[in-house]
């Protein structure tokens, strides 16, 4: 990876515009024809109808300004690791959305609005190809660490060692903005539903339609997936960080580290951050239950 791909963010308006024209995207989608039908129009005209069409938007909107925001990182790591593990890594999510549409929990149902299936599905692909970079981000950035684990015993005997120190360091930051833009916005999705849940619930849907257990157990299988997809490839990462230390600052032949010897593996350990800080552990785990987190608020707030 060279040190000119490794930008992590968006320069300039990019995420701003991106985040304004989703957000009024999906409240035209949402509003348009909302009176073409009686049923309808008495569905939006309840209060909680507006508020799920704002925060339905306002999910939209952040998706698509984190998704530009991380749209860099992934570009780079998948020049690093080609387009053949990019082609597979990018078409495991809509793969996965298949999967949970077909076999998984159905969260709240449909709205009662004219086409209501054709706009809500509209809006969730909007939604899902802005998060993309962020969960196929997170797989690459595993399989350029399982190369880097055949590069680092040629690079410390060739003394290059340095790009890989920079390479680990840069992948850290890249691994914790995708799992934060992935945990936020399925976050922000889950509130949604909880206000689409609440506004069916005005609406006269009964409770044993819509029950809040399903919006849990939806919160909880993205939850996993967002285990499934960080933990592995922050594992690798820190293995190989151990890797490299472990080869530059090697035990002495006969057992017994001097001063200088430990003083300079903790060096090399607080460089790359190698042990998890009281801050990153909380930032790590939050990110993770996010998604969990919001479906028990929407549950709790949603109630029948």
């Not at 490794?6 to 515009?17: F, N, T």
């Not at 159905?106 to 009662?112: F, R, T």
């Not at 890249?174 to 849940?197: D, E, H, K, P, S």
């Amino acid at each position: 990876m060279q040190t000119g791909d490794r930008s992590l963010a968006a320069s300039g308006r990019a995420p701003l515009i991106a985040a304004i024209a989703c957000a009024g995207t999906t409240l035209f989608l949402l509003r348009l024809g909302s009176g073409h039908t009686p049923v309808s129009r008495r569905f939006a005209a309840l209060p909680e109808f507006e508020v799920w069409t704002w925060i339905y938007a306002a999910e939209v909107g952040a998706a698509a300004a984190l998704g530009i925001a991380s749209l860099p990182a992934f570009l780079a790591l998948s020049r690093t690791t080609g387009p053949r593990a990019t082609a597979l890594t990018v078409a495991m999510w809509p793969a996965l959305g298949v999967l949970i549409v077909l076999f998984g929990p159905q969260a709240v149902g449909n709205p009662p609005l004219w086409l209501g299936t054709v706009r809500f599905t509209a809006v969730n692909a909007i939604a899902w190809i802005f998060i993309t970079p962020s969960f196929a981000g997170l797989l690459l950035a595993q399989t350029r660490l399982s190369a880097l684990a055949r590069e680092t015993a040629p690079a410390v005997e060739e003394g290059t060692a340095g790009g890989l120190v920079v390479e680990l360091s840069w992948l850290r930051t890249a691994m914790l903005r995708f799992l934060i833009t992935f945990a936020t916005v399925i976050a922000a999705g889950l509130l949604a539903l909880g206000a689409l849940r609440a506004a069916l619930l005005a609406f006269g849907t009964p409770v044993s339609q819509v029950p809040p257990l399903r919006l849990l157990t939806y919160g909880g299988l993205f939850t996993g997936v967002a285990a499934l997809i960080f933990v592995p490839t922050y594992v690798a990462w820190q293995q190989r960080v151990f890797e490299l230390r472990d080869a530059l600052h090697p035990v002495p032949g006969d057992g017994r580290p001097g001063h200088d010897w430990f003083q300079a593996r903790e060096e090399f350990d607080t460089l790359l951050a190698a042990r998890a800080s009281a801050g990153s552990v909380f930032a790590a785990v939050f990110s993770v239950l996010a998604p969990f987190t919001a479906s028990l608020v929407s549950a709790l707030l949603a109630t029948g």
